[in-house]
């Protein structure tokens, strides 16, 4: 459990799972640097990444990580590595013994440590306080401020405000959030001459402040880019998911002009999940959040534009060019189109739930509802990864978390690892043949009823928190008309488009089309929403970077 002294200060964060040492850093850092510096400090790498993760939501900075090398289950190297997706200004520390001088200098390079401490480090005046001194400078010497944050006052039980947070969470934008009816909301709700009937109010740093914004405007408020530079790229991505940044990044650093549109936030289905332990070079796992913050700053690093809360509404051909027609009636152009927009998850379909959207009923992981839930009975429904990983999440503040599936077991469609989890959790329940029959509540969520799909019996059970996971469709409608589609709205591409060898009706090229491009020449689909996809995120990564590698090859013979 992370400890601290003080609020509202830049943050010293000190972690070793020996609670006499972890308090003698603590103090000796107080000592010195507690009129500036908040201390926190945690006893276990697990405690201490929770730590970081409610500093960074809540907007506030990390100067320098400690961390002790000989910790269990998650020793400090490893601490440090996954600190840096979360705070990757901060200065690094490892606290070693003599005898592992031989790690920290490897952690030199593998974590970007910026020094090591050798155990004891008395006196602290010589061996601790000149190291921290330095390093404390260099910090404000690169830049490194406290970022003002957003302010959201709004109600707990409101579906907009619980969409606001999402928003702002999901595009990495610092916010501190006040409830309407507490005192420090109402004087923020007063001060902004708003009253507590239109909500969310939302403050941006500069002291603007706009009640019940829509995703555009709340996106210009935060400081998101959603104007284009340009008129003309060379590609445009239509969706931040994975696949969608794959492109951004392969095809910025290709030398594409290239630009990425988003409606809500970057990362798709994969960016609200809690834990991805099966990605390909993350054997500790890797938050979707965390996964979604690398991969879009190393998008713009190369020079990709990206632009948040626009909703494209048509595609159109006109000669060589592929015209993105956005909502508001504005276009943008480019000589290739990747649609990477990924699926949504399905509604369930029973009395009161609409009604209770966003009020204790959530679609997704809703992760920022997640501290609300601590000490409640939790249900998930779902049988997929997506509901394996958001029950074992969830599982570690709410009293009990029960998964709802409808089909007999979980091996059909849960990977084998998360059902070990799962049955190793003590307060993760399982209940096959269960389906929802119907929501109630005034306000908010308050009971559901259940229904077993063998026997037809009802049950009556009392929760404010429903997370719904049951399949995905994808978003393709405005498509319509435009690429070929199968059944089910997936988007045919390269093979899938041709009837015994022959070309899709309607193309007017001498070639057949490449592996990921659609009924359309120069557009491209990648990821969930291409028909027989894998629905993996690392499938739908390396699609993303395929899909470029053909958008080079259709540029070269256009």
Request: hydrophobic fraction near 40%.
């Amino acid at each position: 459990m992370a400890q601290s002294a003080g609020s509202g200060r830049t943050v010293i964060l000190t972690v070793d799972d020996d609670p006499g040492v972890s308090r003698a850093v603590a103090r000796d850092l107080r000592r010195r640097y507690g009129d500036a510096y908040r201390i926190v400090r945690a006893e276990s790498g697990e405690a201490a990444l929770e730590a970081l993760r409610e500093l960074k939501l809540r907007g506030d900075q990390v100067a320098v990580v400690l961390a002790d090398y000989r910790m269990p289950r998650m020793n400090g190297i490893e601490f440090l590595e996954r600190a840096i997706d979360v705070y990757p200004g901060a200065r690094r520390v490892l606290l070693t013994a003599y005898a592992d001088t031989n790690a920290a200098i490897d952690a030199i390079n593998l974590v970007d440590l910026d020094h090591y401490l050798l155990k004891p480090w008395d006196p602290p005046e010589e061996k601790l306080y000149p190291v921290m001194d330095d390093l404390l400078e260099a910090w404000r010497n690169d830049g490194q401020r406290p970022v003002d944050t957003a302010k959201v006052v709004g109600h707990r039980w409101s579906a907009r405000s619980s969409d606001v947070r999402e928003f702002l969470a999901r595009n990495q934008v610092p916010y501190r959030w006040y409830s309407s009816d507490e005192p420090e909301g109402r004087r923020l709700l007063s001060a902004a001459g708003h009253g507590a009937e239109r909500l969310p109010l939302v403050i941006a740093p500069d002291g603007t402040a706009l009640a019940e914004p829509g995703d555009p405007e709340l996106a210009s408020l935060v400081g998101l880019a959603t104007t284009p530079a340009e008129e003309f790229y060379d590609l445009v991505v239509i969706g931040g998911g994975p696949a969608g940044l794959g492109a951004a990044v392969y095809g910025a650093s290709e030398g594409l002009r290239t630009v990425l549109v988003e409606r809500s936030a970057t990362g798709g289905q994969a960016g609200q999940s809690s834990r991805i332990e099966n990605y390909l070079g993350f054997p500790d796992g890797v938050s979707g959040a965390q996964l979604t913050d690398r991969a879009r700053r190393q998008a713009a690093k190369f020079g990709a534009e990206i632009l948040s809360a626009r909703e494209v509404s048509g595609l159109e051909v006109n000669g060589a060019s592929r015209t993105v027609r956005f909502s508001d009636g504005s276009a943008i152009a480019a000589h290739s189109v990747l649609l990477a927009t990924g699926v949504s998850y399905r509604q369930l379909d029973a009395p009161g739930l609409a009604e209770l959207t966003g009020r204790g009923v959530f679609y997704g992981s809703a992760l920022t509802e997640a501290p609300s839930c601590h000490g409640h009975e939790v249900y998930i429904v779902g049988g997929a990864n997506s509901a394996g990983q958001a029950a074992m999440y969830l599982s570690r503040g709410a009293r009990s978390v029960t998964l709802l599936v409808r089909g007999p077991s979980l091996e059909a469609s849960m990977s084998h690892y998360l059902i070990q989890q799962i049955e190793g959790a003590p307060n993760i329940h399982v209940r096959t043949g269960a389906v929802v029959e119907a929501a109630h509540g005034t306000d908010h969520l308050e009971q559901l009823t259940l229904r077993d799909v063998k026997s037809g019996s009802t049950e009556l059970v009392d929760t404010q928190w429903l997370f719904a996971f049951i399949g995905a469709a994808p978003r393709t409608d405005w498509l319509e008309g435009t690429v070929a589609k199968d059944e089910r709205g997936f988007i045919l591409a390269g093979p899938d488009l041709s009837v015994d060898g022959r070309p899709p009706g309607g193309w007017r090229l001498d070639r057949p089309p490449y592996h990921l491009e659609t009924s359309v020449p120069g557009v491209f689909v990648a990821g969930d929403a291409r028909a027989e996809s894998a629905k993996r995120v690392a499938s739908a990564v390396g699609e993303g970077a395929m899909a470029v590698m053909l958008v080079h090859r259709y540029l070269e013979q256009s």
